[in-house]
Structure formats: structure tokens, C-alpha cells
């Protein structure tokens, strides 16, 4: 597996190094792998901190500016950042009005916030953490009790960030960042592996005409294999499975969010094939991001999440953002 890194060692800090080159907006602590927004706390703001391993980019560090996150935590590639991490960007961003911790549900990271929330809370910072658990495709997996966190994640960073932005105390705050997390379902479809760059070598193998339903963002494995198959009929496969769990009609936020490995016009395809059967069943895209978000480094494949809007949440998805990954209406 070829890999574009100096060292399997250093990849991370040589990442986060790179970050800071590319945006001096951000403040990046290689040494301590936090990164800040530069301009610092704002006085009487609730502070919004994620994190999680690394090669999920770009997740979180692509999210940390105005609108979104003020502070993120890269872990090594697929692993939990440590609670010492994640305590000093809790503590790097807290303006006086307490900070939310967005914490995917993966079990390292669960653990680890909850630990750094406790530290943080000693130190007279007042936390309150969201476990975002939005993936339909498994109820546990290698990595968690319960259902696993992916994409609602974003769309939980987004509009809980614009809330903040907007001066809301930090119970309201968390509020809709729950409301999010219970409006969002996804489910992903894996063509290849990927690899870890210590590893050097796939992380599970698939046979050249199989696809994995339901694949998690670290490899994990999903509901069954199947042979490859039109792109409609992988998104139909998906939807059905959000279906199940949740109603998607009305106005709908929706996420076709590539692996890391796809090319945007397959992206692009898979995404008008979601739209018609939406609106084929009565949903209404009526917002939508197309393209890499959430990443499990190289692999091939594609994930669904869809949002049940309100008019309050597509008003705080509508709001400025500025962040290396997602910027508007600034």
C-alpha cells in the first residue's frame, strides 16, 4: 500500500504541521495535537470541542473556525485522543460560559471525554457532553456499545456551532445539538479497504466484485457483503435501512459523504440517485453536502446521512461558517 508520509511515526504531527501551514486562522499545537481557533475564547461563548482519531479528515480539524467548532482533538490514525488532550482544549476554549464536548460514540472516546469533563469540572469549567450515535446499520460493533457516531457529526458541529455563535447559554446549546443527533440517521457502503499507515497492509479484504453494507468509518464490519451493484441500488439499500429506523419525508438535510477513496462525479451520481427515491417517497432535499467529510483515509465507498430539518435547524445550517472545510456566507 503506498502511502504519501515521511514516516508512519510522524504522520500525524507532519499532518497537523501541514494544517497550520495551509490555514493561519487555525492555531495548531503539534506537540499536544490540539487545534485552537487563533483568535482565542470569546468572552461569555460557549466553546464547542470534538476530536477522534485521526484519518477521518476531514473530521474534526476541518471544522474548527467561525460557525462550528472552537477547538478539535487528533488522536493517532484510528485512535481516541487521550484525555490530557482533550482537557487542555476544554480548557484553551472556555470563555466563562461553559463548553460543549461533540462526542462520537466510539468507546475509547466516550471513556476519554468523560474523563477529561470530569478533570475539566475540578477546574471549575462547566461541561456537558452529546454522544452522537447516528449509524443504523449496527446496534454494536468492534468499536462500541450501541450504535456507532458518523456523519450526523458534522451536521451537529454545524448547527450547534451557529447557536453558539448566535450567544445561546450552554443548556440550549446542547439542546440542539441532542436535537440533531435524534433528527439523523446514516449508513455507509465500502468497495475497498483501507490501510493504516503503521500497518502497511489493509485493514480487511474484499473480493474485487463484493461490496460491505453498512461498513463503519475505522473498517468495521457491516450487516452482510453483497456483489457489486448499480449505484441505485446501493443507495436504495441504504435508505431502506434509514427508513426502518426513521421517517424521511418532509424537508430533508442530506450528506453523501465519500470514504476518502471516490471520485466526486461518483459521488455526484450516487447523490441524484438519493434525491429521486427521497422525492419518489415525499422527501425534499432541501439542503445538501456532496463530498468528503468523514474519510476512513483511502478506502472506497460512500455514506447517506439525512437530517430531518425544522425551520429553526435549517435557519442555523443556513448561518455563516468559516473552516477549512466548510465555509459560507462570510
Same mark, same amino acid.
Given at each position: 500500500?503506498?502511502?504519501?508520509?515521511?514516516?508512519?511515526?510522524?504522520?500525524?504531527? !507532519?499532518?497537523?504541521?501541514?494544517?497550520?501551514?495551509?490555514?493561519?486562522? /487555525?492555531?495548531?499545537?503539534?506537540? @499536544?495535537?490540539?487545534?485552537?481557533?487563533?483568535?482565542?475564547?470569546?468572552? %461569555?461563548?460557549?466553546?464547542?470541542? &470534538?476530536?477522534?482519531?485521526?484519518?477521518?479528515?476531514?473530521?474534526?480539524?476541518?471544522?474548527? %473556525?467561525?460557525?462550528?467548532?472552537?477547538?478539535?482533538?487528533?488522536?493517532?490514525?484510528?485512535?481516541?485522543?487521550?484525555? #490530557?488532550?482533550?482537557?487542555?482544549?476544554?480548557?484553551?476554549? #472556555?470563555?466563562?460560559?461553559?463548553?460543549?464536548?461533540?462526542?462520537?460514540?466510539?468507546? +475509547? #472516546?466516550?471513556?476519554?471525554?468523560?474523563?477529561?469533563?470530569?478533570?475539566?469540572?475540578?477546574?471549575?469549567?462547566?461541561?456537558?457532553?452529546?454522544?452522537?450515535?447516528?449509524?443504523?446499520?449496527?446496534? #454494536?460493533?468492534?468499536?462500541?456499545?450501541?450504535?456507532?457516531?458518523?456523519?450526523?457529526?458534522?451536521?451537529?458541529?454545524?448547527?450547534?456551532?451557529?447557536?453558539?455563535?448566535? %450567544?445561546?447559554?450552554?443548556?440550549?446549546?446542547?439542546?440542539?445539538?441532542?436535537?440533531? @443527533?435524534?433528527? &439523523?440517521?446514516?449508513?455507509?457502503?465500502?468497495?475497498?479497504?483501507?490501510?493504516?499507515?503503521?500497518?502497511?497492509?489493509?485493514?480487511?479484504?474484499?473480493?474485487?466484485?463484493?461490496?460491505?453494507?453498512?461498513? +463503519?468509518?475505522?473498517?468495521?464490519?457491516?450487516?452482510?457483503? &453483497?456483489? /457489486? /451493484?448499480?449505484?441505485?441500488?446501493?443507495?436504495?439499500?441504504?435508505? !431502506?435501512?434509514?427508513?426502518? !429506523?426513521?421517517?424521511?419525508?418532509?424537508? /430533508?438535510?442530506?450528506?453523501? @459523504?465519500?470514504?476518502?477513496?471516490?471520485?466526486?462525479?461518483?459521488?455526484?451520481?450516487?447523490?441524484?440517485?438519493?434525491?429521486?427515491?427521497?422525492?419518489? &417517497? +415525499? +422527501?425534499?432535499?432541501?439542503?445538501?453536502?456532496?463530498?468528503?467529510?468523514?474519510?476512513?483515509?483511502?478506502?472506497? %465507498?460512500?455514506?447517506?446521512?439525512?437530517?430531518?430539518?425544522?425551520?429553526?435547524?435549517?435557519?442555523?445550517?443556513?448561518?455563516?461558517?468559516?473552516?477549512?472545510?466548510?465555509?459560507?456566507?462570510?
Amino acid at each position: 500500500m503506498k502511502k504519501l508520509i515521511n514516516s508512519p511515526d510522524t504522520v500525524v504531527t !507532519d499532518a497537523l504541521a501541514g494544517l497550520a501551514a495551509a490555514h493561519p486562522a /487555525l492555531s495548531v499545537d503539534t506537540d @499536544n495535537k490540539i487545534i485552537t481557533r487563533a483568535s482565542g475564547p470569546r468572552q %461569555g461563548k460557549v466553546g464547542l470541542v &470534538s476530536g477522534g482519531g485521526s484519518g477521518h479528515e476531514p473530521l474534526h480539524g476541518g471544522f474548527v %473556525g467561525y460557525g462550528m467548532l472552537d477547538a478539535a482533538c487528533p488522536g493517532e490514525v484510528f485512535t481516541s485522543p487521550v484525555p #490530557d488532550q482533550m482537557l487542555a482544549a476544554t480548557k484553551a476554549v #472556555d470563555g466563562g460560559a461553559g463548553v460543549l464536548h461533540i462526542v462520537k460514540n466510539y468507546t +475509547g #472516546d466516550v471513556l476519554n471525554f468523560q474523563m477529561a469533563a470530569e478533570l475539566a469540572e475540578d477546574e471549575g469549567i462547566d461541561v456537558v457532553p452529546v454522544v452522537i450515535n447516528d449509524d443504523v446499520a449496527v446496534q #454494536d460493533s468492534l468499536y462500541t456499545a450501541g450504535r456507532r457516531g458518523t456523519g450526523a457529526t458534522v451536521f451537529v458541529e454545524k448547527i450547534a456551532g451557529a447557536l453558539a455563535e448566535e %450567544g445561546a447559554d450552554l443548556t440550549a446549546v446542547a439542546a440542539v445539538a441532542r436535537e440533531v @443527533n435524534e433528527r &439523523s440517521r446514516s449508513f455507509g457502503v465500502a468497495l475497498s479497504p483501507c490501510a493504516i499507515p503503521a500497518a502497511g497492509k489493509p485493514t480487511f479484504e474484499l473480493g474485487e466484485s463484493e461490496v460491505e453494507l453498512g461498513i +463503519g468509518i475505522h473498517g468495521e464490519p457491516g450487516r452482510t457483503r &453483497s456483489a /457489486l /451493484l448499480p449505484a441505485g441500488e446501493l443507495a436504495a439499500i441504504a435508505l !431502506d435501512a434509514i427508513r426502518a !429506523d426513521m421517517a424521511v419525508d418532509g424537508d /430533508l438535510l442530506v450528506m453523501v @459523504n465519500g470514504m476518502g477513496g471516490t471520485p466526486l462525479i461518483e459521488l455526484y451520481v450516487v447523490f441524484n440517485e438519493v434525491r429521486k427515491q427521497l422525492a419518489a &417517497s +415525499g +422527501g425534499h432535499v432541501a439542503r445538501n453536502l456532496v463530498g468528503n467529510y468523514i474519510t476512513s483515509l483511502e478506502m472506497q %465507498g460512500f455514506s447517506v446521512t439525512i437530517c430531518q430539518l425544522t425551520d429553526t435547524l435549517a435557519r442555523l445550517w443556513d448561518a455563516p461558517v468559516d473552516t477549512p472545510a466548510l465555509r459560507w456566507g462570510r
